[in-house]
């Protein structure tokens, strides 16, 4: 099946400091890939749409300088917390389509900010 | 989007089937319907999708009724490793940058 890749599964890190979470598709070509995120106990909500080669859609709410989504390549996008405090910690899950298929999702990034 | 309703939560036990039922009244002529399941600490893992009638696959069956207002996602015979949250999701497959847009979910224990 459809595989999506998350880097890195974890991270901790100290308030101030910008984190990079990778999502690629392994085994086919993602035309569109979604960043959510997690609190705990609670649903996925959806923070940004990407498309590769233009700028991200954000969802109402979600701050587009605090939250900088690239998408270089068809397999590839990054999403990187610009200078993360507490209140950005969560559970942060990008996924995949391709044509008709489901979207396939990434196992993750724990992101912990002290 | 059409909104999804689960319940919030099931107990079973391991070897029953577990049947959870989805409403979708607002359902969209070209919507499809998808379930996820998800454990904790891990991304959504896609279970099946259908549009119409009954799907089968390997771990779980789909069934829809003719006027798509509702879906029963049944897993047959669950075992411990099947305690997860199950999620329903409406929207039309294959669109460019199709949004899912998540409801609570079900979360279901399945007690030994």
């Known amino acids: 099946g459809a595989v999506v890749s998350q880097h890195p599964s974890r991270v901790i890190c100290k308030s101030g400091t910008s984190v990079k979470i990778e999502c690629r598709s392994l085994?086919?070509?993602?035309?569109?890939m979604f960043w959510y995120r997690q609190f705990p106990k609670q649903s996925l909500m959806l923070m940004a749409t990407?498309?590769?080669?233009?700028?991200?859609?954000?969802e109402q709410g979600v701050e587009k300088d605090k939250f900088l989504i690239n998408h270089a390549s068809l397999t590839l996008s990054t999403l990187t917390v610009t200078s993360a405090h507490p209140e950005d910690s969560s559970f942060y899950i990008c996924s995949a389509e391709w044509g008709s298929q489901p979207q396939h999702f990434g196992d993750g990034t724990r992101l912990s900010i002290l | 989007l059409a909104k999804t309703t689960q319940p919030i939560s099931m107990d079973s036990y391991e070897g029953q089937e577990v049947n959870i039922t989805c409403s979708h009244n607002?359902?969209?002529?070209?919507?499809?319907i998808t379930w996820y399941q998800q454990f904790p600490s891990q991304g959504p893992r896609f279970i099946i999708q259908?549009?119409?009638t009954k799907v089968t696959n390997e771990v779980a069956s789909l069934f829809i009724p003719a006027d798509r207002k509702s879906s029963t996602l049944s897993l047959p015979r669950v075992s411990l490793s099947d305690t997860a949250v199950y999620y329903c999701?409406?929207?039309?497959?294959?669109?460019?940058?199709?949004?899912?847009?998540f409801g609570g979910g079900t979360r279901v224990l399945v007690k030994p």
């Open positions: 085994d086919f070509q993602a035309t569109t």
């Open positions: 259908g549009y119409k």
């Open positions: 999701l409406v929207g039309p497959a294959g669109a460019a940058g199709n949004k899912l847009t």
């Open positions: 607002n359902i969209a002529t070209n919507d499809y």
């Open positions: 990407s498309n590769e080669g233009s700028k991200a859609t954000y």
